[in-house]
């Protein structure tokens, strides 16, 4: 159990864990891209953002960053419904290879809602890869091309995630005590 001032934290998913599988994604990325095709890769701000930057050193291809602020949760443990897209996209997508990094995917109305954006733009391929996928909760069907891993229907928190923008510092996946 990790504490801090806010609440305690339970460990669900190890560091371990979430570094062995980054490495197995960066690979099946790595071989799911031809050898000089570059990719841009999209991280959707805020929770991915320890993801992406851990990703991106497992890719063995030439990569573009760019960000996109996407948001459905605001304070709250559920998302809204409603999508609030930053400053829109204002990066060059038009015949690149674009790889979507999300932190999770849970009802599925965020990322339905930029891949239909990124795709008026004409990219040559698209792709999604989200740290966690809970199915459970998904209104909206979406196609995620790279996993880390499946999770029940549970509220967490940590590696990027937040709660109230708490607890994105853990270096594991964590469950929140209340």
Do not use: N
Not at 29 to 40: D, K, Q, R, S, Y
Not at 56 to 72: D, M, N, Q
Not at 78 to 92: A, M, Q, V, W
């Amino acid at each position: 159990m990790f504490s801090m001032e806010k609440e305690p934290v339970r460990e669900f998913i190890s560091a371990e864990a979430i570094g062995r599988r980054i490495a197995e994604l960066g690979s099946a990325i790595t071989a799911g891209h031809a050898p000089a095709a570059e990719l841009v890769v999209v991280c959707v701000l805020k929770g991915p953002f320890i993801f992406a930057a851990d990703l991106v050193r497992h890719i063995g291809r030439p990569i573009r960053i760019e960000f996109l602020r996407a948001s459905s949760y605001g304070s709250r443990r559920t998302s809204s419904g409603e999508l609030s897209l930053g400053c829109g996209i204002d990066f060059e997508v038009a015949g690149c290879h674009v790889l979507v990094v999300e932190d999770i995917v849970d009802t599925g109305l965020t990322l339905s809602r930029i891949v239909e954006e990124l795709r008026m733009l004409a990219p040559a391929s698209l792709k999604i890869c989200a740290l966690l996928d809970k199915p459970s909760a998904r209104q909206v069907a979406v196609d995620i091309d790279y996993t880390g891993f499946t999770i029940p229907p549970l509220y967490v928190v940590g590696y990027g995630l937040d709660d109230a923008e708490m607890h994105r510092e853990l270096p594991f996946i964590g469950i929140p005590a209340r």
